[in-house]
């Protein structure tokens, strides 16, 4: 589905910014502004310091003078406004209409949809309104949903910069998400043969510190065998032991302990 981000008439540069940001990343580019309060907003300072590198988005956002303009092959709209209407489009977190959405649209390829105004190839638009006074009346109640942010009943008020992230990444988890890139490298787990090769290593340094009887060994290296298993050991972790086992050589008494 095509996903464009509006935003009615801001009044911060920050905050252009600021969206811009949460739109990259979660994967979206396409951001129209409606009469913002600043005509070069794009290029100003405080925009681009708050996008803080998404200037691709800000290259490629468009501002308008009216909202049918920034609606333009748009086909599912829907407000976000935290504040209810006594009368509008139903009221839903972002979830829940995002998980009937995408039901409907897949019925839709059936011809099977639930709702007449969601059909293949939508095109969603979310709408956010000013900082000061929010959503105009008119704007909510030419949209398919008011989209409501769950949040603390003593404090619902959310930063324009944090309710576009909260959308967008609620947008994309419904969408398939990303997956979660690991910060560095799977480790090399040891083989076999380095595990014996540590545990035939210990078990000279066990002997030559009094700790393992050669005479007696019972079940101890068969134990630190076990335990070393479920430590799934890393090359280097192996390699750090074998040191240890090492410093124990080196560092034994002259004479047998008693």
């Known amino acids: 589905m095509r996903t464009r981000f509006i935003l009615i008439h801001t009044s911060h540069a920050g905050n252009v910014g600021a969206a811009a940001r949460a739109m990259k990343t979660m994967g979206f580019d ?4 409606v009469a913002p309060r600043w005509p070069n907003v794009l290029r100003k300072e405080e925009t681009i310091q708050r996008a803080s590198g998404a ?11 009216t909202l049918d303009e920034a609606l333009d092959g748009m086909s599912h709209l829907c407000a976000t406004a935290m504040t209810p209407r006594d009368f509008g489009p139903p009221t839903r977190t972002p979830r829940a209409h995002f998980d009937l959405l995408l039901k409907n ?17 939508t095109g969603v638009a979310f709408l956010f309104g000013s900082e000061r006074f929010g959503m105009a009346n008119e704007d909510v109640y030419r949209c398919h949903v008011a989209l409501s942010i769950p949040t603390n009943p003593r404090f619902g008020s959310l930063n324009l910069g944090a309710a576009v992230q909260v959308v967008a990444y609620d947008w994309r988890q419904a969408l398939g998400g990303f997956a979660v890139q690991d910060a560095q490298a799977a480790p090399l ?4 043969a380095q595990v014996a090769g540590m545990l035939a290593h210990w ?8 700790f393992l009887d050669p005479a007696a060994p019972k079940k101890l290296m068969p134990r630190l065998n076990q335990l070393f298993n479920r430590a799934q050991l ?9 040191g240890v086992a090492k410093s124990m050589l080196q560092a034994r008494p002259a ?3 008693d």
Request: charged content about 30%; glycine content about 4%; hydrophobic content about 50%.
């Open 189 to 192: 787990r040891a083989d076999a």
């Open 203 to 210: 078990e000279q340094a066990l002997t030559a510190i009094g």
């Open 30 to 33: 396409d951001l129209v502004l």
């Open 255 to 257: 004479k047998p302990l």
């Open 234 to 242: 890393t090359a280097e972790e192996i390699h750090i032991l074998r």
């Open 105 to 121: 649209e897949l019925l839709a390829r059936d011809g099977q949809a639930l709702e007449a105004n969601i059909a293949q190839e």
């Open 55 to 65: 200037l691709d988005v800000l290259d490629n956002a468009r501002i308008v003078e």
